[in-house]
């Protein structure tokens, strides 16, 4: 996780004489480096990735997490329970119990020991219709629970040549954020994945991906002012490979990765340890 930023005054009253001390402290977001990997990897291959990518992701420098399919999450948390490497969801649904056959509610996640979870990831938008409204009540119940949402967001290939991607990914943010309090939104990641460059091998340039983090940063800071912007931390995803991952994640407002199809491969490892590779 990041660590805790404050400001803090202190008034010391002695002898009639008030001193007021102002300590400001400036906080690093830690980086976090996520594998998504979709709809890949029965229990026992997973098993087999995990215990192959173990060694060489176990790393104190970033928050290193692999969000794998529900069925997954109990044998991967098993082998990775001697690590830090942490294990998300890459999906939840909005109520708490009941009849919604094939749905896992967040108390089963964060029950089995899960941390993160992806939420309306542009795969689950455009197959299974999942729309703003329900990605803003997917995450007003997972921060009610504490989990850690990776909310995605992102424009397609013709938005982009439109001209519409900031006001795109705006109105996504400001939707899925509706009514989620600023104390749950500064441990939110929000992760921006363009669509044209999911599973494509087109990764935006440093720029492209720079210049929306840091828009997302401000939209986010309109919502709940700057000690929420500085503390949030926003991922690129698309096509990042060992190849381009430092470039982005030195990029001021690009705080790690959301990582799929790389993330299935011995490659994982040499994203998670991209300072190590300079
Ligand atoms: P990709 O997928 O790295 O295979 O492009 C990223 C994602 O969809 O999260």
Known sequence: MWKYGFKCVIILTTNGTTNILEIEVYIMRRKLIAGNWKMNMTPSQAVKLVNELKPHVDNKDVD??????????????????????????????????????????????????????????????????????????????????????????GETLEQREDGVTLDFIRKQINNAFKN????????????????????????????????????????????????????????????????????LFVQPDIDGGLVGGASLKPEFAQIVNYLKEE
């Open 64 to 153: 290193v997490l692999f969000c794998v399919p529900a069925i997954d999450i109990i044998p991967v948390i098993n082998e990775v329970k001697d690590t830090d490497i942490e294990v998300g969801a890459e999906n939840v649904f909005y109520e708490e119990k009941g009849a919604y056959t094939g749905e896992l509610s967040p108390e089963m996640l964060v029950d089995a020991g899960v941390k993160y979870v992806i939420i309306g990831h542009s795969e689950r938008r455009q197959y299974f219709n999942e729309d703003d409204d329900i990605i803003n009540k997917k995450l007003k119940k997972v921060v009610e629970h504490d989990l850690i949402p990776i909310l995605c967001c």
């Open 180 to 247: 989620i309090p600023s104390e749950k939104a500064i441990n939110c990641v929000i992760a921006y994945e363009p669509i044209w460059a999911i599973g494509t091998g087109k990764v935006a340039t440093t720029e492209q991906a720079q210049e929306v983090c840091c828009a997302i940063r401000g939209f986010i800071k309109d919502i709940y002012g700057s000690l929420v912007a500085d503390q949030i931390r926003i991922l690129y995803g698309g096509s990042v490979s060992a190849a381009n991952a430092s470039a």
